[in-house]
């Protein structure tokens, strides 16, 4: 079976997601996925909305981007939210992120990157590829089983 006949369920965190919207370095290995893999569906955290606008905007005040830019890639990310599957931040992923922030804190996990990973583990069982262009939490995504996918790492 080739790879662009396997069903691929795929978590992407805002890292990620933001390649797709702003070609960067990277970017070339999220469209990867996209190209090799029949990707079915696509979940982001509920939290990816937040980040992705503030992702951007920060690219503004670093002048990687001008404000008309910005403004078109948060227009275009926001015709696509249908196209994804938004995973609510519930109690349940709150009560993870804290567990994983007393695991992992040590090692450099932050709150938001919990959340994210939170919302991760909880797909577990649904999604088949775990993409984040985060080197640190793509390694705490390897330390809870998920199957990753970056060549860089």
Partial sequence: MRKDEVK??????????VKLYHREDDTAIVETIFKEFAVKTVFLSELTKIEFTSTIWKKVRVQQIGELTAKEIIVNFESDISKFTFIPIHTAIVEQARNLINRYG?????????????TAIYLKNQANLFVTSDKLLNSFFVNESLPTYNPLF
């Fill in 8 to 17: 691929c369920e795929v978590f992407l965190d805002t890292s990620s997601l």
């Fill in 106 to 118: 040590i090692n450099g996990l932050r709150t938001l990157d919990s959340l994210q990973l939170s």
